[in-house]
């Protein structure tokens, strides 16, 4: 990763985006984890820009979309097209295309799309998520007013901290503002 000022796009104010697999027994797919995410973003921790389920199937073909209005009802059906484009299972809209035409951006290059495919089982269900961060967006705002770079941005995983032989660290404290 390249050392890069800590800004926002010109064009939004988007906060960092992460984008989760999980693997599920199919019958399992609308289990616990979606309603704990709209929980999240009721509360204004995250906001949900994205989801996809796909299948692979055991032959380790190509990942499969499976149809989300199966699991999520009506509002499920436009859900999924930026994910597809951004893992390579579409191309991007005629929209797309044209606005990075405008910006000057090359279209249709397989090298921009993320390959998540080998890390899904044959014969799984997964469902892919993208979240937006929203309680980042303050700190990296205040990070850009000090002109600050971003040296690494990367998750580290409580099993990482564990396997270098460190203890976990205690949860923090809940921490309430004054009231005034």
């Known amino acids: 990763m390249n050392a890069r000022p800590a800004t926002a796009s010109p064009a939004t104010e988007l906060g960092p985006v992460q984008m989760l697999v999980f693997e599920f027994e199919q019958e399992r797919l609308a289990g616990d ?6 929980a999240l973003a009721v509360r204004g921790l995250i906001r949900l820009v994205d989801m996809l389920v796909v299948h692979k199937p055991a032959d380790e073909g190509h990942l499969e979309i499976v149809d ?3 699991m ?22 005629e929209h797309m ?22 890390r899904i089982p044959p014969g799984a269900h997964a469902a892919i998520i993208l979240i937006e961060h929203l309680w980042a967006i303050p700190l990296r705002n205040a990070a850009c007013r000090d002109r600050a770079i971003v040296l690494a941005d990367e998750w580290v995983h409580p099993e990482d901290l564990l396997a270098v032989g460190g203890g976990l660290p205690r949860p923090a404290a809940r921490v309430t503002s004054p009231r005034r």
């Open 68 to 70: 989300s209005r199966l």
């Open 33 to 38: 984890i979606f309603p704990e995410l709209m």
């Open 97 to 118: 295309r044209a606005r990075d035409a405008i910006d000057g951006l090359a279209a249709g290059d397989d090298d921009d799309t993320w390959d998540i495919a080998e």
């Open 72 to 93: 999520f009802g009506e509002d499920g059906e436009a859900a999924g097209e930026l994910l597809a484009s951004l893992i390579g299972l579409r191309s991007a809209s």
